[in-house]
């Protein structure tokens, strides 16, 4: 089976930086994803991981430790419309994609 | 089509009563999925298809739900009997291929379900 665990809200400044954090467990692995939903939207996908390490993509970033069984997944230099939901989800050793409960985010002025 | 599309965006039905959601894939996506989302919460997953076929269908709650895939194309989630605690948010997403490897799911907009 598997277990995420992300935090349930986070509050963040304009212009700033927001790390958010995922771990889990899993009996098998085969990727990490990060996903965004606005409010009343469909998810968007953000990024994914396999291998330990960092992934960047412009103002996002999503960081893989396997051995730790966590993610984390960075935003820099917030701006208003990142507030939303973000959802930590994993590939373990069968063929389905499996959420955590997401944490929801807000950026204020 | 260019995403993917679910009917209805909204439907609202009596405790007891059977309700069926569809969702059109993007097309030539092979992969298709079911997830249930509600108020606060992440998407649960419930059944994956890989063609035709019910790949992993290990997240349907019990046997009021089913859904099918006759023409590996468009798909359709049906809920017998509905109750209460069925109200949610029906969410459809299809890949390329399976979700292992870097295949992004693409979700609809969802079909928003309350049964009174």
């Known amino acids: 089976g598997q277990n995420i665990d992300q935090p349930t809200e986070m509050t963040a400044t304009e212009g700033a930086i927001v790390q958010i954090n995922c771990t889990y467990q899993?009996?098998?692995?085969?990727?990490l994803f990060w996903y965004q939903q606005h409010a009343g939207e469909a998810p968007t996908f953000l990024s994914y991981n396999v291998l330990d390490g960092l992934e960047e993509k412009g103002r996002f970033s999503s960081f893989l430790s396997r051995s730790k069984g966590y993610s984390y997944l960075l935003l820099k230099e917030l701006q208003m419309k990142d507030s939303a939901s973000y959802l930590c989800?994993?590939?373990?050793?069968?063929?389905?994609?499996?959420f955590g409960t997401g944490t929801q985010l807000k950026v204020e002025l | 089509g260019a995403g993917v599309s679910q009917t209805p965006s909204n439907k609202v039905t009596e405790k007891g009563k059977y309700v069926e959601l569809r969702c059109d894939p993007i097309?030539?996506?092979?992969?298709l999925y079911w997830y249930r989302q509600s108020l606060g919460q992440g998407p649960e997953f419930l059944i994956y298809f890989q063609g035709t076929g019910a790949a992993d269908d290990s997240g349907l709650p019990n046997d009021r739900f089913f859904a099918v895939r006759p023409e590996g194309s468009v798909s359709t989630l049906k809920i017998q009997r509905t109750e209460r605690g069925d109200s949610a948010v029906y969410l459809c997403?299809?890949?390329?291929?399976?979700?292992?490897?870097?295949?992004?799911?693409?979700f609809g907009a969802g079909s928003r379900l309350t049964v009174l």
């Open positions: 997403a299809s890949s390329k291929t399976g979700p292992s490897g870097a295949n992004v799911l693409t």
């Open positions: 899993t009996s098998g692995f085969n990727g």
């Open positions: 989800g994993l590939t373990g050793g069968g063929n389905k994609l499996t």
């Open positions: 097309s030539g996506h092979t992969a």
